[in-house]
């Protein structure tokens, strides 16, 4: 309201004090020029009230005396014309028809008594005070109305195109429930219960062989029961413990000890692994919980694979602020004069490309590449992940195209 009375203000007194010809403005100037002020103040909200209103101001302004170019009536016509330009970007054209039509009339009284000779000057106070302010904001008008028509066209498109990349994982998600339940669960029940009858049915004298087909039947039915719940993951991903569904993963406050075994595995293979492990990660979710495990998981086996069996690296896993959990994993480089012969322990067949997926999915971060002759690897999720971004974003927060993404996928080259 305050701009719109600045303006108003500037264009009515500026033209009395300094356009205005003639004698100085006089009292009934001063009184048509503040009610032709006071009118355009509601413009915005009632521009067609606004414009009749100044129409009639303007017709009798003209009524009073003087001419269009000297008298009362010469600063009503401006926010004369102001108010109908108002009117068209406001209103449909039904209405700033009506306007228009209003403040022709005013001109078309004006000039009556002159008639025919004024018709001249009429057709062009009606093209440049009527016929101008209407068709500019009706332009002006079009265009808005076009920008936002477009900008919903583009929501619209958005909103479809978020919902079938959502439907097209969901029937992925799916296919691959089905397949892992139909093909790969059958099979490795089989394996699992040959290896059970072989234990209780076969004469073995072999310790080792016994040991052995323990171990296949153990490692079986662990394999058997991930891939219950994963399957379980992949066909209600907002399936949460206690409904009745599949165990967690990661059981409440069992990450640390879960780590832990991890990492007593790595041991077992050679690696030396200095392992830090903070007490308030058992506090983490079931879905942080398992991505952390199989980070940690495939990065040791990243360790051993690239830098060799007897490799030292160095775990830390640790809670920081707001409810985030990070992740570092950094080992020194292979071990001169080590034989890498020896094959490494297989990882979660993840990669830096799965791996990456899995923070992203989860609103995270993820940094990987060579430091001090080794590796490093840094995680970190955040306690509320962020909306999924399928857009040019890479994870990590480093855009497509840039050096440091590109750094990054040369190293996915090295270590994957």
Do not use: C
């Not at 296919?175 to 290896?195: C, F, G, K, P, Y």
């Not at 599949?246 to 832990?260: K, Y």
């Amino acid at each position: 309201m305050i701009p719109r009375l600045v303006i108003l203000l500037l264009v009515t007194v500026g033209y009395l004090l300094l356009l205005r010809g003639g004698p100085g403005p006089s009292a009934a100037d001063w009184v048509f020029a503040l009610a032709t002020v006071a009118l355009g103040l509601f413009g915005a909200v009632r521009p067609l009230t606004t414009a009749l209103g100044q129409a009639a101001l303007l017709l009798a302004a003209d009524a009073y005396g003087g001419s269009f170019a000297h008298g009362p009536a010469a600063v009503v016509k401006y926010i004369a014309g102001f108010s109908l330009l108002e009117l068209a970007v406001r209103r449909p054209w039904p209405r700033a028809l009506i306007g228009a039509a209003a403040l022709t009339a005013v001109y078309v009284v004006h000039t009556a008594d002159g008639m025919p000779a004024e018709l001249p000057s009429l057709l062009y106070r009606v093209a440049v005070t009527v016929a101008g302010p209407l068709l500019l904001g009706g332009a002006v008008r079009a265009t808005r109305q076009s920008a936002r028509h477009a900008r919903k066209r583009a929501e619209e498109e958005r909103h479809s195109h978020e919902l079938r990349v959502r439907a097209a994982r969901v029937a992925e998600r799916t296919a691959i429930a089905r397949e892992l339940h139909d093909l790969v669960a059958h099979h490795v029940s089989s394996m699992v219960l040959r290896a059970g009858v072989a234990r209780h049915t076969l004469p073995v004298t072999d310790e080792r062989v016994t040991a052995v087909l323990d171990d296949l039947h153990t490692t079986g039915t662990a394999a058997l029961t991930d891939l219950r719940r994963l399957v379980a993951v992949l066909r209600d991903p907002e399936q949460v413990p206690g409904d009745g569904g599949e165990a967690p993963p990661v059981t409440p406050g069992g990450l640390p000890a879960a780590l832990h075994t991890v990492v007593e595995h790595g041991r077992r293979t050679g690696l030396d692994i200095e392992e830090s492990t903070d007490p308030e990660t058992g506090r983490l979710d079931a879905v942080r919980g398992l991505a952390v495990l199989r980070l940690v998981q495939e990065g040791l086996a990243n360790v051993a694979q690239h830098a060799g069996p007897s490799a030292h690296a160095v775990v830390s896993v640790e809670m920081t602020g707001a409810g985030a959990v990070r992740l570092d994993i950094r080992d020194d480089g292979p071990v001169r004069g080590e034989d890498r012969t020896v094959p490494a322990p297989p990882g979660t067949g993840l990669g830096l490309v799965g791996m990456r997926e899995r923070v992203r999915l989860l609103g995270g971060s993820l940094r990987a590449g060579p430091a001090g002759g080794g590796w490093y690897l840094t995680a970190v999720l955040p306690a509320d992940p962020a909306p999924l971004d399928d857009g040019p974003a890479r994870p990590g927060g480093v855009r497509a195209g840039g050096s440091h993404e590109e750094h990054e996928d040369l190293e996915e080259g090295v270590r994957r």
